[in-house]
């Protein structure tokens, strides 16, 4: 039978006026159009050739069945992806990211502040303390000087840098509800039995011999009083100048354990400043960083490294009177002499370049992870370290 051509209807579609974006709800077969911004009207030949459907458009579509009076009702629905929004401005992409100031700025203006501030300390300390800047002789006053003026403008950059992102300084690694608690005096005793292992190992192997020091009575108090502050501070200073601020924002760029290595490197190039510094101080230096960024993932703060770092320090160069980093203790406990092959004693640097302090940091790591499992640090612009 053929089909009735009376039946069916070819009559254009109606398209009414419609403010830029909205959709168009027609009679057309096609649906529910929305065209781009622009001046259309009536006129269908002023319809753009490139008209677009929209995301969730589903019309009704009724068409007469050919030979039949009845009606069925067909379901068509048209969809498409919605349109990717333009990009932002190279500027843009290259400083801002999804927490807002990319990591790296906001790293490079810490370091700038304290760049700036610092070459002035540095002026103040060589005015009124120069004996602190004698690099052979390391007494508690070299450390205690330029430390304090480190501390003051590590505080001045941290307080700026939370006001521009809106945190707590405290987040930054030292909150003070924390100050003093369990976790700093577990360093302090972590620090002083590893210290006294290395050392120990190597009076046994006759690799040491100690005298009585240069102080008694009294003084030893005072002279342990001193020491206690400078590594105190000595703690503070580094701990929050390499897993501090620096390792809160780089972690919320690159992640924890690449922050911790890229940072542990640098705190073993700094430390190969110091006069005598070797290769295998360095590395021991390097073990050192990565052995406090565990403590500092394991706890969530760095007080159990600030007392790690005093403990361990105040140890090696008060009570034993060992070299430290290559520089000779005075007003210390005992004398040491060392003597025997550089990869027993650490030489000239002391027991931190024997062969045997890393040994011992890789035992206390393992001891360490066994007691503290879970992952407590925590960036508040990343997900939870785990």
């Known amino acids: 039978m053929k089909a009735n051509v009376k039946d069916q209807d070819f009559s254009p579609p109606v398209i009414p006026f419609y403010d830029r974006g909205t959709p168009l709800r027609t009679s057309h077969p096609l649906g529910c159009l929305r065209f781009p911004p622009g001046p259309v009207g009536n006129d269908a030949s002023l319809l753009p050739y490139d008209f677009f459907f929209t995301e969730t458009c589903e019309t009704p579509v009724r068409n007469k069945q050919l030979g039949g009076t009845s009606m069925a009702a067909q379901e068509t629905t048209i969809r498409h992806d919605p349109q990717t929004p ?13 927490n807002g100031l990319r ?31 004698d690099p052979t002789l390391l007494t508690p006053m070299r450390i205690i000087a330029p430390d304090v003026l480190v501390c003051c403008i590590l505080a001045v950059a941290a307080r700026v840098m939370s006001k521009i ?15 003093l608690t369990k976790n700093f005096w577990v360093g302090i005793l972590i620090g002083l039995l590893a210290t006294s292992s290395t050392v120990l190992v190597i009076f046994a192997l006759h690799g040491v011999r100690f ?13 342990a009083a001193a020491w206690a502050l400078a590594f105190l501070l000595a703690g503070f200073a580094e701990e929050f100048l390499f897993r501090g601020y620096a390792q809160f924002t780089l972690t919320t760029g690159m992640g924890f354990w ?11 190039l700094a ?3 110091n006069g005598g510094e070797t290769i295998l101080g360095d590395l021991s230096v390097v073990s050192f960083g990565l052995l406090l960024c565990l403590f500092l993932r394991r706890t969530g703060n760095l007080w159990c490294a600030v007392g790690f770092h005093l403990g361990y320090d ?5 009570f034993y009177g060992v070299p430290n980093s290559g520089l000779l203790p005075s007003q210390s406990l005992f004398n040491a002499s060392l003597s025997g092959p550089h990869w027993l004693t650490g030489g000239t640097v002391g027991p931190e370049a024997s062969i045997f302090c890393p040994i011992v940091l890789a035992i206390v790591a393992i001891v360490f ?14 997900p939870p370290a785990s």
């Open 103 to 133: 990591a790296g700025w906001r790293l490079l203006i810490f370091l700038a502040m304290i760049m700036a501030m610092s070459a002035v300390a540095r002026l103040i300390i060589k005015r009124f303390f120069p004996d602190a800047l």
């Open 271 to 273: 430390h190969g400043t």
């Open 258 to 268: 690449p922050s911790a290595i890229l940072l542990s490197g640098l705190f073993g």
């Open 211 to 223: 005298t009585s020091g240069a102080v008694h009575g009294s003084a030893i108090f005072t002279a």
């Open 369 to 382: 992870g066994l007691i503290y499992r879970e992952a407590r640090y925590r960036t508040s612009s990343a």
């Open 314 to 318: 105040w140890g090696q160069t008060f």
């Open 165 to 179: 992102e809106g945190r707590r300084v405290g987040e930054y690694g030292l909150p003070r509800s924390e100050a």
């Open 86 to 98: 333009p990009a932002g401005s190279i500027a843009e992409r290259v400083f801002v990211g999804p």
